[in-house]
Antibody, heavy 123, light 106 residues
């Protein structure tokens, strides 16, 4: 059974870089997309970006200038880096596995999620 | 960017009720839509993908329908475990979520 675990600093200073790791256990990175999602306190969900296991990425245009997602297949880990953070980046950050298939077109589904990690941006 | 709008914002219901949640996209998204359930302090849980396909382990009382830009999540007989916030999400890049519908006890 695949499990995901996010980890990283819970407190980041404004203007610095937020760095998180997602460790995947119980299954390889291969053959899936992987994604990062965040949720500010008391608010809804925001998609940050995806990475295919081969390394191809796709980012939310609203964050694209500040975000980097990478994958280390040898460690079965994903990473998220978000630079120049502000208080607006305070959120619970989730990683999730993305399955996909084809019907009349491609479809995707985020079927396995980590429990999330809380990151606060504050001096 | 495709904007997803959910209605109502809050739904007050009783166990055993039939519940219908709506999700509207700002443009057609074919069936590229998923529904998630989120309880306080927990990660979202996938319920429905590709518009109407139930995820593994999801009870049959949950069903998804719709196409184009109008979608519905139906819970045929609400159980006590179903009180939560429900989000719809579309998969045309950039992926976007609705603002959520809270299903609360009446």
């Amino acid at each position: 059974q695949v499990q995901l675990q996010e980890s990283g600093p819970g407190l980041v200073k404004p203007s610095e870089t937020l760095s998180l790791t997602c460790t995947v256990s119980g299954g390889p990175l291969s053959s899936y997309y992987w994604t990062w999602i965040r949720q500010p306190p008391g608010k809804g969900l925001e998609w940050i970006g995806n990475i295919y296991y081969t390394g191809t990425t796709n980012y939310n245009p609203s964050l694209k200038s500040r975000v980097t997602i990478s994958a280390d297949r040898s460690k079965d880990q994903l990473s998220l880096k978000l630079n120049s953070v502000t208080a607006a980046d305070t959120a619970v950050y989730y990683c999730a596995r993305v399955g996909y298939g084809t019907d009349k077109s491609y479809y995707f589904y985020m079927d396995v999620w980590g429990k999330g990690t809380t990151v606060t941006v504050s001096s | 960017e495709i904007v997803m709008s959910q209605s109502p914002g809050t739904l007050s219901v009783s166990p055993g009720d039939r519940v219908t949640l709506s999700c509207r996209a700002s443009q057609t998204i074919n069936n590229n839509l998923a529904w998630f359930q989120q309880k306080p302090g927990q990660a979202p849980r996938l319920l429905i993908y590709n518009g109407s396909t139930r995820a593994t382990g999801v009870p049959a009382r949950f069903s998804g329908s719709g196409s184009g830009a109008e979608f519905t999540l139906t819970i045929s007989s609400l159980q006590s475990d179903d009180f939560a916030v429900y989000y719809c999400q579309q998969y045309n890049s950039p992926w976007t979520f609705g603002q959520g519908t809270k299903v609360e006890i009446k």
